[in-house]
């Protein structure tokens, strides 16, 4: 498709200088390595084929979850979104979870979501924890901006952290944003925030070869708990 890049100047966001996120292996309970790293923005399509089948799973707002996922990886892609960023969990090189945010400004992060593919692991947990701690130890950033839509996110994120409710409006609507502080994070990261640095190298071949997806009977047998233990 043809692109009109005098017009293109204008539709795209402003975007903020942003540092990579350091890539780094989690043991997961069932002794398994996830390897947490950055997505680029050519890896969409791929993410995407993980996520789609989860639209249409009515459990623990997974398909409310992913449809929004779904439309904020492809506003990245198309270069729609202001200062987007994606961290990507894999295991043998599929994708078991994935998270998501972008920076209002240089001081601020907006978190968006987390989708954990693989139930029952902590996927999720350690992945919104990698999120957490590229806005804060890395981006520099002051604080972050959440929200949750499950009771599941609820339990997890303002209770677990645990996160300092405010009245400042959350760019997803909703409820009003529980806020991440700089001191917040600080006393919950030896809890929370785990992983080993630097990433084997069989482990990092194997994750950046290719973005690998389960079929998608097989990705809801893991999101009800069934199966991939």
């Not at 998501?100 to 968006?112: A, D, I, W």
Request: hydrophobic share 40%; charged share 25%.
């Amino acid at each position: 498709m043809p692109v009109d890049m005098e017009l293109e100047a204008v539709l795209r966001p402003t975007q903020y200088p942003m540092v990579p996120y350091p890539p780094k292996v989690v043991t997961l309970a069932n002794g398994k390595k996830m390897v947490i790293r950055q997505a680029e923005r050519e890896d969409v399509p791929e993410i995407l084929k993980s996520v789609h089948p989860c639209l249409f799973i009515e459990r623990d707002y997974y398909d409310v979850v992913s449809a929004r996922l779904y439309g904020e990886l492809l506003a990245w892609y198309y270069y729609r979104a202001k200062s987007p960023y994606c961290l990507i969990g894999q295991v043998d090189g599929y994708l078991v979870g994935a998270v998501n945010g972008r920076l209002e400004n240089e001081k601020v992060g907006m978190s968006y979501h987390t989708l954990a593919i693989d139930r029952g692991l902590r996927i999720g947990s350690h992945l919104f924890a990698a999120k957490m701690e590229y806005h804060l130890e890395y981006l520099g950033q002051e604080e972050v901006l959440v929200v949750a839509e499950s009771p599941i996110g609820f339990r997890r994120w303002m209770i677990e952290y645990p996160l300092k409710p405010s009245k400042i409006p959350h760019e997803l609507g909703g409820g009003d944003s529980w806020v991440l502080t700089r001191e917040i994070y600080e006393k919950a990261k030896p809890r929370l925030v785990v992983g080993d640095r630097p990433v084997p190298a069989d482990l990092w071949e194997v994750a950046t070869r290719h973005i690998l997806f389960a079929d998608e009977d097989t990705i809801r047998e893991r999101i009800a708990g069934l199966k991939g233990r």
